[in-house]
């Protein structure tokens, strides 16, 4: 017999998919797709900071980099920007990945810090590489697709997707040492647990998705520009 939980599961799931049945005005599906993109990213940031107690004012970057990594596909090497979607979220475990093992060897605040200027430096960056990044005058794209029907359950499935890889993660080995690095790092330490390596695999996942989120964003809204994509504010604080 089926538990509460997945009846849920299935009950909610099924509300997702026939949704749209009932809502085709495009103003409320485009805030539909919204809240899918965010659900992404707030999904990948309580991977890191929820479960492993990681908090992080940083996800800004790693939406960032995921969505300037479809953009400039198109900008420099005329590419479809969906192909963004394989590489935006490879970047941005590639720029989570210093930062982890630099940050994750320190105790206290030091990790929040440090992704906190990670957002703000990729922001000044990507604002004064104008040959490459195209600065403040943001990139703009002519979407192949322009069907909200289409984005949303192309968003629908990434969040499915984004939801069982943290599930299977959090079920795994994996998860419990996470919960026991936020409950007591010491402790867990002191079990033979190697605290920064297991903090570095929430990371890495937890950049992945956000990586994901933004090349999906850029696809969807078809513009960016840094003080967008990179907003502390708007982003990093909100999720």
């Known amino acids: 017999m089926l538990n509460k939980n997945i009846l849920l599961t299935i009950a909610f799931a099924l509300a997702a998919i026939i949704l749209p049945v009932f809502i085709k005005a495009p103003y409320q599906l485009h805030i539909l797709i919204l809240i899918i993109i965010w659900a992404i990213i707030g999904t990948a940031w309580n991977l890191l900071s929820g479960y492993a107690g990681q908090v992080s004012f940083g996800h800004a970057a790693f939406f960032g980099v995921g969505a300037y990594s479809a953009g400039i596909m198109t900008l ?29 060897r320190l105790r206290g605040p030091y990790f929040a810090l440090a992704t906190l200027a990670l957002g703000e430096i990729f922001r000044l960056l990507f604002l004064n590489l104008t040959s490459f990044t195209a600065g403040a005058k943001g990139i703009l794209i002519m979407p192949a697709i322009t069907s909200k029907m289409f984005y949303y359950y192309s968003g629908l499935g990434m969040l499915a997707f984004t939801l069982l890889a943290t599930y299977m993660i959090v079920h795994s080995k994996i998860g419990y040492y996470l919960v026991s690095i936020r409950e007591d790092q010491d402790a867990a330490t002191s079990l033979g647990i190697p605290t920064t390596l297991y903090k570095n695999l929430a990371l890495l996942p937890s950049a992945f998705f956000t990586g994901l989120a933004g090349a999906f964003y850029m696809n969807y809204v078809a513009f960016i520009d840094p003080n967008i994509v990179f907003n502390l504010t708007n982003i990093s604080i909100m999720v």
């Not at 090497?77 to 969906?82: A, D, E, G, K, V």
């Open 76 to 104: 420099h090497y005329s590419l479809s920007p969906w192909w963004g979607l394989l590489l935006g979220p490879v970047m941005a475990m590639m720029v989570a990945l210093p930062i982890g093992a630099i940050a994750f």
